[in-house]
């Protein structure tokens, strides 16, 4: 090889350089940080998964909720769980949500007879904690509840809820409800 080709392979990195191209050892590097390892994919992977269940979660309480199934509800729960509807005080623990929920269906569990209960939870924004033992959620709802002949009415307000992974199930820590519109009967 000529002194020439030699000057000119010897320059190519610093003309790559110049014009934005990588030079192979830059582009090896470059490709296999691009390519996740298999504990980042793991990570993600249980990330999306504990999204999921998270919004699981709170779709089976509204799914309880519009059933006035008290008792589902409050297997949902950690035991040191905080519920909190609109200006109803702070509930504490279990046996207080129970309380809570069976004085809201007028002391038992399950609709009355032509009776209306939908809350339509949309817009979930959902925040995992870096441990992924807990989550924050923000959901915004849109409540028709109803009884044939005595009251009907439209609220809207958000969902503010805190999250607990205990033993590898996630459970709801917090539940606060606070309704910003309602259209009376």
């Not at 309480?61 to 519920?83: E, F, K, P, Q, R």
């Not at 992924?132 to 923000?138: D, E, H, Q, T, V």
Request: glycine fraction near 8%.
């Amino acid at each position: 090889m000529g002194h020439g080709k030699i000057m000119v392979l010897a320059m190519l990195p610093a003309v790559f350089a110049m014009t934005g191209q990588p030079t192979q050892a830059q582009a090896q590097a470059q490709a296999q940080t691009a390519v996740p390892n298999i504990a980042q994919l793991e990570q993600q992977a249980t990330q999306l998964a504990d999204l999921r269940a998270v919004k699981r979660l709170q779709r089976a309480y509204g799914y309880y909720l519009d059933h006035s199934d008290w008792d589902n509800i409050v297997a949902l729960l950690t035991d040191d769980a905080t519920l909190e509807y609109g200006t109803a005080g702070v509930y504490v623990g279990k046996a207080h949500a129970r309380a809570l929920l069976y004085a809201i269906g007028y002391g038992k569990s399950g609709l009355r007879p032509e009776q209306l209960r939908e809350h339509v939870q949309l817009q979930p924004v959902i925040s995992l904690a870096g441990d992924g033992k807990s989550a924050k959620g923000r959901w915004s709802a849109i409540v028709l509840l109803g009884q044939f002949h005595e009251y009907a009415r439209w609220q809207t307000g958000p969902y503010e809820c805190e999250y607990r992974k205990e033993h590898g199930v996630w459970k709801i820590s917090a539940i606060h409800w606070f309704e910003t519109f309602t259209v009376p009967e």
